[in-house]
């Protein structure tokens, strides 16, 4: 992942998985819109945050701060904080 990559391309990575894995379109989910209310399972949000680890090569972003993340724009802020540290 490049410094390049702001915040709004990494939502629309995470939005695109999530659609993906909803089968649905990415224009039909909010960054502002909880997990919990897009109906994901917890092992659906895991599968999700491996494929953003992959897509973005980032190193391993922790399933215990994840579980505190109740929203895309929030996940994609702790997306964008390891990317930082990570390229120090």
Known sequence: ???NNSIVNIVNDIVDIIANKL???SSKISPHCSFSKLGLESLQLIEILYEIEARLGLGHLTVEK???INTIYDFAL??????RHTEK
């Open 66 to 68: 994840f579980s505190k």
């Open 23 to 25: 089968k649905t379109e």
């Open 78 to 83: 702790m997306v964008e904080s390891n990317t």
């Open 1 to 3: 992942m490049t410094k």
